[in-house]
C-alpha cells in the first residue's frame, strides 16, 4: 500500500494532518465530503460532530480540505519544517543501515 | 486592467468577504468598459449575462474558499480568465477582517489593494523563455486499470514526488505539472489558477491549483526555485491538462534554487510506476 510509507519514511512518524478550530467550524461537513481518504469522522449525536479520525490517512504536503473551508476552520502544519523532519528521519534511517 | 472584464462577484451579503467582493466589482465598473454579472440576476436573466460573458474576458471574485462565484460560472460553462479570492488577498497582505458587514478601515485598504493589482498590474504572464530547451514528445510507459490508461514519462531527466507532480530538469531550469494520476481523478478540468510569476517557491510549496467540478488539487512543486513562466495556453483552456498532462498541458517553469538537495526526496519513472499502480488500484479496486 503506497500510504504506509512517504518518501521512505513511514506515515506514522510524519506529523501531517488538518487541526479543526472548533471555535470557527460550523459543522458544514464539506471537508468530509471533499475528502476521499476518509481523514474526518462525523459524530452527529456528540457536542463535537466532527473529528481527524485516520491522521494516517491525509496526504502528505495536501492541503486541500483547507482551501474548500469557508469559515477557515482547518490548518496544517508547517510544510518547511515537515519536509525538514522528513529528511532528518531519512538521515537517521540511513545511518542506521 | 490590460482587458476589459466582464466582472462575476460573490456578492455574499452575509459575509464580510462576500461584501468586499461586491464593492470591488462596482469600482471596477467605474470604468464603463468593464460590465458586472450579478450572480443572484443570473439565475433568471441567462442569456443577458451570457452575452456579457461572451463579450468579454471573465474576471471572477470569490469572497470566500466555498467559491460560489467560480462555481457558478462553472455551472454556466463560463471561461474564467482571471480569478481572485478576497479571503486568500487578506491573508497574502497580512489584512485581517472583520465579522462586521460594513466596509471598515481595514476592509477599505484591502478593497484598494486588490483594485489597484487589477487595475495597474500588467498580467505577468509569458510564454516559456527556453521552449525549445524542453522536448515535446515523451516516451511513455502505460498502465491501464479498466477504462482507465494511466501513462508515465521514462525519460531520465523527469522526476516526481509522491503527491503526483513530475518535474523536467534541463540544467537550471525546470519545467513542472501534474501525472496521468491526477487529471484521471479529477475528471474535467475547469479552471487553473496558476502561480505568480517571480514568486519563490520552496519544495514541496504550492505552484498553483486546478479544478474540476469534482475537486480541488494544490500542485505540490517538486522543486524549489522561482517561477519563471508559466503555461498561458491552460489559462484559456485547462483542458490541455486532461488531454496530456506531461506535454501540452505543463503548468509551470522554474529557475531552480538547490536541486541536489531536492533532488533527495524526488523518484525517479521505476519507483514512481509502482506507486501510481498501487494508488489506482487503491482508488479503482
Known amino acids: 500500500m503506497s500510504e504506509t510509507t512517504f518518501m521512505g519514511v513511514e506515515r506514522d512518524k510524519i506529523d501531517w494532518k488538518p487541526t479543526i478550530d472548533y471555535t470557527k467550524c460550523d459543522y458544514c461537513m464539506e471537508c468530509v465530503k471533499f475528502c476521499p481518504h476518509k481523514v474526518f469522522e462525523v459524530r452527529e449525536t456528540e457536542d463535537i460532530k466532527l473529528i481527524i479520525r485516520n491522521a494516517n490517512n491525509c496526504v502528505v504536503f495536501c492541503r486541500a480540505c483547507s482551501k474548500i473551508c469557508g469559515p477557515d476552520a482547518l490548518s496544517f502544519p508547517d510544510k518547511n519544517a515537515t519536509t525538514q523532519r522528513i529528511r532528518e528521519i531519512r538521515k537517521e534511517m540511513e545511518s542506521n543501515g | 486592467m490590460v482587458e476589459n472584464y466582464a466582472i462575476l462577484p460573490c456578492n455574499g451579503l452575509d459575509k464580510c468577504a462576500g461584501v468586499i467582493s461586491r464593492e470591488i466589482a ?31 474576458p471573465l474576471l471572477v471574485i ?51 489593494i486588490i483594485q489597484n493589482g487589477l487595475n495597474n498590474t500588467e498580467v505577468k504572464v509569458t510564454q516559456s523563455s527556453v521552449e525549445t530547451s524542453f522536448l515535446v514528445k515523451f516516451e511513455y510507459e502505460t498502465y491501464q486499470n479498466g477504462k482507465f490508461i494511466f501513462r508515465v514519462p521514462k525519460n531520465q531527466e523527469v ?50 491549483e486546478i479544478e474540476s467540478s469534482k475537486s480541488v488539487f494544490e500542485l505540490i512543486s517538486p522543486v524549489s526555485g522561482k517561477v519563471i513562466s508559466i503555461n498561458e495556453t491552460i489559462v484559456q483552456q485547462p483542458e490541455l491538462i486532461n488531454e496530456n498532462p506531461y506535454e501540452s498541458g505543463w503548468i509551470a517553469e522554474l529557475e531552480l534554487t538547490d536541486f541536489e538537495s531536492d533532488k533527495e526526496l524526488l523518484i525517479g519513472f521505476d519507483k514512481y510506476f509502482e506507486i501510481v499502480k498501487n494508488k489506482v488500484k487503491d482508488v479503482n479496486g
Not at chain 2, 454579472?37 to 461572451?54: D, L, M, T
Open chain 2, 159 to 208: 522526476w516526481f514526488n509522491e503527491n503526483d507532480c513530475w518535474v523536467y530538469v534541463i540544467g537550471n531550469r525546470a519545467r513542472i505539472g501534474v501525472t496521468d494520476f491526477v487529471q484521471q481523478n479529477l475528471s474535467d478540468i475547469l479552471y487553473f489558477t496558476p502561480p505568480e510569476i517571480g514568486a519563490e517557491i520552496d519544495q514541496f510549496g504550492e505552484v498553483g
Open chain 2, 62 to 112: 470569490d469572497g470566500c474558499q466555498t467559491r460560489c462565484a467560480s462555481k457558478l460560472s462553472a455551472e454556466k460553462n463560463l471561461k474564467i480568465s482571471r480569478q481572485v479570492t478576497i479571503t486568500e488577498e487578506a491573508k497574502k497582505h497580512k489584512i485581517e477582517l472583520g465579522s462586521n458587514l460594513r466596509l471598515l478601515e481595514n476592509e477599505n485598504a484591502l478593497i484598494e
Open chain 2, 26 to 56: 462596482i469600482k471596477l465598473c467605474e470604468n464603463p468598459k468593464n460590465e458586472i454579472i450579478c450572480p443572484v440576476y443570473y439565475r433568471v436573466a441567462e442569456a443577458k449575462y451570457n452575452k456579457i460573458a461572451g463579450k468579454h
